[in-house]
């Protein structure tokens, strides 16, 4: 299948502090989306990116999508407690199928 | 709002049992999914369909059966179940025609002992 590489795995922060996960591809991705996932919940779609280079931003959280389609990135600035989750990227291969980053794992400690 | 519902939360099963695990959406979605979440290993792709009576392998499809019948509804069928298929399972829809957002259910933590 295709390999979708989220690193890190695990990150603990102070609240206020700064999150930034990374998704990395070994091959040019159409797409890409993210999700997030709350202790004891299941996947919820956050954002889509297809536009190489492309910069969105919900409140807080920044997605970008590199500029060769092949990694991405969210960024939350100030974290709060409301932000602890995995979150996962997603990328869809032509096949249409949706491969799934390993996810990271975010501890906001109080 | 779309809704994905998964017929049980918590399962536990002996070994060697046929166990069903259940999926229905309400939303009239061409695509079904089904995941296992396992720590560190992130959403792996058992099977997928794209429509009904269609269905494909994912990455990790082996000890796995799945059904569509009918386009709202997706089975996952654990033919013999085994520890080593202790896990959370997800099921997961989507609409056709385009890149468009997954929908999960619920989740079913299944144990087999």
């Known amino acids: 299948g295709q390999q979708v590489m989220q690193i890190p795995q695990y990150q603990h922060v102070q609240e206020g502090e700064d999150f930034t996960t990374y998704c990395n591809s070994s091959?040019?991705?159409?797409?890409i989306q993210w999700y997030k996932q709350r202790p004891g919940g299941h996947p919820v779609f956050l954002i889509q990116?297809?536009?190489?280079?492309e910069v969105k931003k919900q409140k807080r959280l920044t997605f970008q999508f590199g500029e060769a389609k092949k990694n991405s990135s969210l960024h939350i600035t100030a974290t709060q407690t409301t932000d602890v989750g995995t979150y996962f990227c997603?990328?869809?291969?032509?096949?249409?199928?949706?491969?799934f980053g390993t996810g990271t794992s975010l501890t906001v400690i109080p | 709002d779309v809704k994905v519902t998964q017929s049980s939360r918590y399962l536990v099963k002996r070994t060697g049992e046929k166990v069903f695990l259940e999926c229905v959406q309400d939303?009239?979605?061409?695509?079904m999914f089904w995941y296992r979440q396992d720590p560190g290993l992130g959403l792996r792709l058992i099977y997928f369909?794209?429509?009904?009576?269609?269905?494909e392998k994912g990455d990790i499809p082996e000890g796995y059966s799945v059904s569509r019948e009918k386009k709202e509804r997706f089975s996952l069928i654990l033919e013999s179940a085994s520890t080593n298929q202790t896990s959370m399972y997800l099921c997961?829809?989507?609409?056709?025609?385009?890149?468009?957002?997954?929908?999960f259910g619920q989740g079913t933590r299944l144990t087999v002992v």
């Open positions: 997961a829809s989507r609409a056709g025609g385009g890149v468009t957002e997954a929908f």
């Open positions: 369909s794209y429509d009904v009576k269609m269905k």
């Open positions: 939303m009239d979605h061409e695509n």
């Open positions: 990116l297809v536009k190489s280079g």
């Open positions: 091959t040019t991705l159409s797409n």
């Open positions: 997603a990328a869809l291969n032509t096949g249409n199928q949706f491969y």
